[in-house]
Structures are given as structure tokens and as C-alpha cells.
């Protein structure tokens, strides 16, 4: 069965302040893919990055890099120097490519980030 | 931004009427989904669709049913609503292309159950 965890349900920072949000997940497949994806205040889904359990090269955009460690069954994602525009609650989702292509999703991190 | 337009965006509604959720798109793309969010569970599958008239269940189906007539529409219908599906539903959409594709979302339709 496969499993996304997001163990810190809230994170509250100042400004400006580095954050990670973690990601864990469960597999037995060798090919899947991980995503990230935002959640505003405002409640639309916003896609953030996809990787493929055959890549891991570590990605930056801008402020935002992902860190995928297969040994660790991990995906943790940071933000350097937050602003008040990254709050949000952010989720981890994993997918394998059977059928219907299935995605998993955590529980999400709801980030707040303080002025 | 993708093509995606759920309706309604908001519903109430009393227990035990039947109740029917529009998810369109304009993209042409295959894979559909019906996905509800609440609280504590993140996003949560609740039946898929492959192709017209193609679809599957998923995490938590009960309660539920859809259909795909066209590779534009995907309905979701509870059949009788309770108040245990008062939550945010939220199509997505992805496109076959070999690898995984992201998911889009919709909006989202806020039911509540009376």
C-alpha cells in the first residue's frame, strides 16, 4: 500500500526565517513519482514540482528546493527566506502508474508565516 | 491556468436528497478525478475516470457514484446525501503522456449536508 506522511500539522515562522516542510512516504513500486502542491487561503491547488523515483537531483526554484533521498523515502521541501505570501498548507502526494494513474496524498503542513 | 470549471461552488442541502457535483474541462484530457478534502485527511480519491464511460473506484467511493459521457464532463453524485459528506470536492485533471502527469484542480464546491 502506499502512504504519505506530513508529521508537522502546523508550522508557524517569522519572515524571512528558513522553513522545512517534511515528506515521507511508502512504497513498494520502483517507478512513482512525487509532487508537491500549495493550498492559499484563497483554497485553489497549486502544482509545485513533480519528481520521478529515477532523479535524484535536488531542484531549486527561486526561494523553493526540493530535497528527495530514496535511502530516506523521502521529499522534504524548503523555502528560504519565507514571506507572508508562502502561508498556506502545502501536500506532499505520491503516485505510481497503474490504471488510473493513482495519487496519494498527505495530510498536508499548514504553514504560517508571521510578518 | 488549466480549463477546469466546477459547479456548483457552493450547495446546501438536506439529508437524503440527491445531490449532483459538474466537473468540466476544456483540455481534452483523459484521467478525470473526484476528490474530497476534510479536515486532518488531506485530499482523499474518491472515484476516477480513464476515459468516456472508463471509471473506478477509489479510497472512499461509498456514498457516491459518476459518470463520464463525454471526455469534457465528469459528474459525481451522491445518491442520497448525509451529513458525513459535508466537504470541499475538487476535480482534477491530468493527461496520459507516458509519465505521470501533475494534477489540476479545480476550484472546488463547498456541499454542506443539513
Known amino acids: 500500500a502506499q502512504k504519505v506522511t506530513q508529521a508537522q500539522t502546523e508550522i508557524s515562522v517569522v519572515e524571512k526565517e528558513d522553513v522545512t516542510l517534511d515528506c515521507v512516504y511508502e512504497?513498494?513500486?520502483?517507478?512513482?513519482?512525487l509532487f508537491w502542491y500549495k493550498q492559499p487561503p484563497s483554497g485553489e491547488l497549486v502544482f509545485l514540482i513533480r519528481r520521478n523515483s529515477f532523479d535524484e537531483q535536488n531542484e531549486i526554484s527561486g526561494r523553493y528546493s526540493w530535497n528527495f533521498q530514496k535511502s530516506t523515502s523521502s521529499f522534504n521541501f524548503t523555502i528560504t527566506a519565507s514571506q507572508v505570501v508562502d502561508s498556506a498548507v502545502y501536500f506532499c502526494?505520491?503516485?505510481?502508474?497503474?490504471?488510473?494513474?493513482?495519487?496519494?496524498f498527505g495530510p498536508g503542513t499548514r504553514l504560517s508565516v508571521l510578518p | 491556468d488549466a480549463g477546469i470549471t466546477q459547479s456548483p461552488r457552493h450547495k446546501v442541502t438536506e439529508t437524503g436528497t440527491p445531490v449532483t457535483l459538474r466537473c468540466h474541462q476544456t483540455?481534452?484530457?483523459?484521467?478525470m478525478y473526484w476528490y474530497r478534502q476534510d479536515p486532518g485527511h488531506g485530499l482523499r480519491l474518491i472515484h476516477y475516470s480513464y476515459g468516456v464511460k472508463d471509471t473506478d473506484k477509489g479510497e472512499v467511493s461509498d456514498g457516491y457514484s459518476v459518470s463520464r459521457s463525454k471526455t469534457e464532463d465528469f459528474l459525481l453524485t451522491l445518491e442520497s446525501a448525509t451529513s458525513s459528506q459535508t466537504s470541499v470536492y475538487f476535480c482534477?485533471?491530468?493527461?496520459?503522456?507516458?509519465?505521470?502527469?501533475?494534477?489540476?484542480f479545480g476550484n472546488g464546491t463547498r456541499l454542506t449536508v443539513t
Open positions: 482534477a485533471i491530468s493527461e496520459s503522456s507516458g509519465a505521470i502527469s501533475p494534477l489540476h
Open positions: 483540455e481534452n484530457h483523459r484521467y
Open positions: 502526494a505520491l503516485a505510481r502508474d497503474n490504471y488510473g494513474q493513482n495519487f496519494v
Open positions: 512504497t513498494r513500486d520502483t517507478t512513482y513519482y
